[in-house]
């Protein structure tokens, strides 16, 4: 199994990370994608990238960090992107995206904007694929995407998305990567949206330390939880969880160009 997007450099892990990512192997787990969420962060998870076999990361501004950092800075962090991804050592661009929440926040959507197309032109340039959030602005992700394109590809991570959103997304290169709200009491709209989901653009993840799947709600996730999150996907597409392993383990190799440890 391979947890597509999972923020094991959170505060949330400072006492137990390595234990957290022992857990996480016992079950199954080979590989951990981690987006950064701020510059901040960058050069640090570049080096526990490095050191430890299995764990990918990737690098990007996540939008809900917007409200706390100076807009005059953005060309600069975004520059500052770029070089450090040119030298190598990550495997996509991001996290980075839209998020509904923060324009109230503080973070105006035109400026969202504005850093989300840097981040979409630097994967352009690189040939790296982008790890998106997008929370309650489908419809604008819709529009930035389909004018910039995702030459390597992208992920549209625990998408939120309705079934009938998959196909025009989709249409634009895109993967869709499921959470644990898959395995929430009475859930519908992602298990429904998991089902559009092409087989070969079907993707899962944690999104640890939050998102917590059923029974774990209310405690802090982790990767090691990702059985759970694998298990509820493939009940709903009529799959057998190895079945759905080996997909979304091809998946993900394949796009985020992974080779097995």
């Known amino acids: 199994m391979i947890d597509t997007h999972c923020h094991l450099d959170s505060p949330a892990f400072d006492g137990d990370r390595e234990q957290a990512l022992a857990r ?30 299995g764990v990918h990361v990737a690098l990007g501004i ?4 917007l409200p706390g950092m100076a807009p005059a800075s953005d060309d600069r962090h975004l520059a500052d992107l770029e070089s450090l991804l040119a030298r190598g050592g990550a495997v996509a661009v991001g996290e ?5 929440p923060s324009v109230e926040a503080g973070a105006p959507l035109d400026r969202q904007r504005a850093v989300l197309r840097g981040h979409l032109a630097i994967a352009g340039r690189l040939g790296l694929p982008v790890l998106l959030h997008s929370l ?6 819709l ?14 991570h625990s998408f939120s998305g309705s079934a009938e959103q998959v196909p025009p997304l989709a249409a634009l290169g895109l993967h869709f990567s499921f959470a644990g709200p898959v395995t929430y009491e009475g859930a519908r709209k992602p298990l429904a949206a998991a089902r559009a989901v092409a087989p070969d653009r079907l993707l899962v993840e944690t999104d640890a330390p939050d998102q ?24 709903a597409r ?22 097995p440890t």
């Open 136 to 141: 309650r602005a489908h419809d604008a992700m």
């Open 62 to 65: 996540h939008p809900q960090a």
């Open 212 to 235: 917590s799947p059923h029974p774990h709600r209310g405690t802090r996730n982790e990767p090691a939880h990702l059985p759970l999150v694998l298990g509820a996907v493939a009940l």
């Open 96 to 100: 980075c995206g839209l998020d509904g």
């Open 143 to 156: 529009e930035e995407l389909a004018r910039d394109g995702l030459p390597a590809g992208g992920v549209l």
């Open 24 to 53: 996480a192997r016992a079950v199954g787990v080979t590989d951990v994608v981690i987006p950064a969420v701020e510059p901040s962060g960058w050069a640090g998870l570049l080096t526990f990238g490095a050191s430890h076999p």
């Open 238 to 259: 009529g799959a057998t969880p190895a079945e759905l392993d080996r997909l979304t383990t091809e998946n993900a190799r394949r796009l985020l160009r992974l080779t």
